[in-house]
């Protein structure tokens, strides 16, 4: 919504929004476009009737903002819904899908088309370095869009991408997420069928060649031309892995060399990000040896495992993962870096599926690469992390705290560790608070 919200600024519209305790870097993104930040759902911010409210699905029934709305009688649409209309409708749109990696694939295959001079508009769930804008019109036929399976609005209970009408979609991977709405992986299997059902024929649709889940949506029916991606094995885009970090690798096309990515991003499931990109670039136009050259100079996204501090000889990371297989991942990737060093992770697991205990009984195994764990329990969730802590022994504690999280990380940090804070909410400003109590110990 933030994103949309900045769409609609650069086309011309006074904007304003509201939400609960917006954090950065989204709130600095939009104070820095002018776009006017209004805490809480108070309808007295609708005094002055606007000429549309764009709703954000996370606004629901019962909150007054939504009742003012409706009993007003105003003009009201969905976020996705605004953005096909006033932005999608006639452009050739490339959209990103999956339970992971979404934010990140679109990062880098906006960059590659800003590379080879496409001006590409994108909207994208985080804030890719390359730009430092979550959202841009952009002025070519060319839209990248972080197409979210979640559902739209209170009235509109269609997953969001089907509104986006993809010519290139990219399909990442599927699991289980969003216990919140959907009852089980074949809901969102569905889902994913549907918009399997609104690409072209005419268009491209790049499948994760490792995920079965993926198979099984496409064999519910498929009008259009698919491309399979691997990172692990061949299956018509893979990689060859040439050096000891993964960080350089060539590109294949059924086992022929294409180029070579020489970059500074970790882990396989970015290799795999990265073959994604590639293809549906070359769908739009793109040669894969201008794509490989993109690539060496991306420089990643906010809040993915981004460095944000480096104190002492120790790195503090910043990484929105939320997911079990997004943890593991992730802390792989660290692995494959840093060698020996030591690892201190610190979780948070604040997404409504983590909340409801979903994966309970994944999180310790995906902990697993870390040396020091540090599990926060947050005060409202419908479960105990204490099962997960007698799971991964001595090497884990558990806190309700945020004060204790910072008191014992600073009490057994030393040099070349690497802390990394694993969140996809603001987590308190743990993050700058660790960094300030480094700066003082």
């Given at each position: 919504m ?7 600024r ?18 600095t ?70 339970t992971?990696g979404?934010?990140?694939?679109a ?45 739209t609005a ?8 089907i ?19 959907f ?7 569905k889902?994913f069928?549907?918009?399997v059902?609104?690409?072209p ?18 064999e ?97 990371y ?5 997911h ?99 969140s ?18």
């Amino acid at each position: 919504m933030g994103g949309v919200a900045v769409l609609a600024r650069q086309a011309g519209h006074t904007v304003s929004g509201s939400d609960m305790n917006v954090y950065p870097p989204m709130s600095t993104q939009l104070e820095e476009q002018g776009i006017d930040l209004i805490q809480g759902y108070d309808p007295g911010q609708l005094k002055d009737e606007p000429d549309q409210v764009v709703v954000g699905n996370v606004m629901s029934r019962g909150k007054p903002v939504v009742e003012h709305v409706l009993n007003r009688n105003l003009s009201y649409t969905s976020g996705p819904q605004w953005l096909y209309e006033n932005v999608l409708k006639d452009r050739w749109v490339l959209a990103v899908a999956g339970t992971h990696g979404k934010t990140t694939t679109a990062s880098m295959l906006a960059w590659i088309l800003e590379y080879a001079k496409l001006n590409p508009g994108f909207l994208i769930g985080g804030i890719p370095a390359n730009f430092g804008l979550s959202a841009r019109l952009g002025d070519s036929p060319f839209f990248v869009v972080e197409a979210d399976e979640y559902d739209t609005a209170f009235f509109d209970k269609r997953s969001k991408f089907i509104h986006y009408h993809p010519r290139t979609l990219i399909m990442n991977n599927l699991e289980f997420d969003h216990a919140d709405i959907f009852e089980d992986l074949n809901a969102i299997k569905k889902q994913f069928h549907h918009l399997v059902r609104i690409v072209p024929g005419e268009g491209l649709i790049i499948s994760n060649g490792d995920e079965e889940n993926l198979d099984d949506v496409l064999e519910q029916g498929c009008w259009t031309t698919t491309e399979k991606f691997s990172a692990m094995k061949p299956s018509g885009w893979s990689v060859r892995v040439i050096d000891d970090s993964g960080k350089k690798f060539d590109v294949l096309l059924n086992n022929e060399k294409l180029g070579t990515v020489d970059w500074d991003m970790i882990g396989a499931h970015n290799r795999s990000n990265a073959l994604a990109a590639i293809a549906a670039a070359r769908h739009a136009g793109v040669p894969v040896d201008v794509s490989v050259e993109a690539l060496s100079e991306f420089k990643g996204v906010k809040r993915r495992q981004e460095v944000i501090g480096q104190i002492n000889d120790i790195t503090v990371y910043d990484d929105f993962a939320h997911h079990p297989t997004a943890i593991e991942e992730t802390l792989q990737g660290l692995r494959q870096r840093v060698g020996e060093q030591r690892i201190i992770a610190v979780l948070e697991p604040r997404s409504n599926t983590m909340r409801m205990g979903v994966h309970k009984d994944k999180i310790a195994a995906s902990l697993s690469e870390a040396d020091e764990v540090m599990l926060f329990q947050p005060a409202d969730i419908d479960w105990g992390l204490d099962a997960v802590v007698n799971e991964l022994g001595n090497k884990c504690r558990l806190f309700n705290s945020t004060d204790a999280i910072i008191s014992e990380i600073t009490s057994l940090m030393k040099p070349k560790d690497h802390v990394i804070i694993m969140s996809n909410g603001g987590f308190d400003g743990l993050h700058q608070r660790l960094l300030s109590a480094m700066d003082a110990n």
